[in-house]
């Protein structure tokens, strides 16, 4: 089933700080977080897994609580370069490899 | 090195016809990946070759699609009788595979059905 992501949009200026959240209905094993530019192919950001690890972008942190069922990233002091669409992507079964996508964040931050 | 390459970036063809799309992964990863992207909507999971078998194909939509990927490099999706709604942007992603299987994707193939 398709997480949920929150909120739809969001505009921010440049420096300012941004979460955006990701809500699912079934147990999760592993969230992967990506951000696409429009026309260009999704980018990886970071892996959270069951257990606490995870692993991804220096200037990008991201939370996942395992009993919620949810994941938040944390922009702070947004660049321009941040703009994009950020999608969730949720593993619910270990090895699967398969991920379901929400149906994405759009993030503008402007000058 | 080199990422994820698709071809062709754009495929415009007309209902009812044939159409392959080919994906070259990342060279030295076992896992790959296709996915089909509306406008507005996140990529939405098709099937998962791991070498050269299909893992799990339970997104393909019916039996008009069907991928490969016979030596266990580069995967071509193939869609039978096009219709209207296949229109969309797939995408290849390729990873090691593992626990931190980030997945590196393509530039995506432009479908267009007419």
């Known amino acids: 089933q398709q997480p949920v992501q929150s909120p739809q949009a969001v505009i921010l200026r440049e420096g300012e700080d941004a979460v955006i959240n990701c809500s699912s209905s079934?147990?999760?094993?592993?969230v992967h977080w990506y951000r696409q530019k429009h026309g260009e192919a999704p980018v990886f950001l970071m892996i959270l897994l069951k257990g606490g690890e995870q692993k991804g972008h220096e200037k990008i942190s991201a939370s996942f609580n395992e009993k919620k069922q949810q994941s938040s990233l944390y922009l702070t002091a947004s660049q321009l370069s941040y703009s994009g669409t950020y999608f969730c992507?949720?593993?619910?079964?270990?090895?699967?490899?398969?991920?379901?996508f929400g149906k994405g964040t759009k993030l503008t931050v402007n000058p | 090195g080199a990422g994820v390459s698709q071809t062709p970036s754009n495929k415009v063809t007309e209902k009812g016809k044939y159409v392959e799309l080919r994906c070259d992964p990342i060279?030295?990863?076992?896992?790959l990946y296709w996915y089909r992207q509306s406008l507005g909507q996140g990529p939405e999971f098709l099937i998962y070759?791991?070498?050269?078998?299909?893992?799990?194909d339970s997104g393909l939509p019916n039996d008009r699609f069907f991928a490969v990927r016979p030596e266990g490099s580069v995967s071509t999706l193939k869609i039978q009788r096009t219709e209207r709604g296949d229109s969309a942007v797939y995408l290849c992603?390729?990873?090691?595979?593992?626990?931190?299987?980030?997945?590196?994707f393509g530039p995506g193939t432009r479908l267009t059905v007419l």
């Open positions: 992507g949720t593993e619910t079964q270990g090895g699967s490899e398969k991920l379901v």
């Open positions: 070759f791991q070498g050269t078998g299909a893992a799990d």
């Open positions: 060279s030295g990863h076992t896992a």
């Open positions: 992603a390729s990873s090691r595979g593992g626990a931190y299987n980030e997945q590196f």
């Open positions: 079934k147990a999760l094993y592993s």
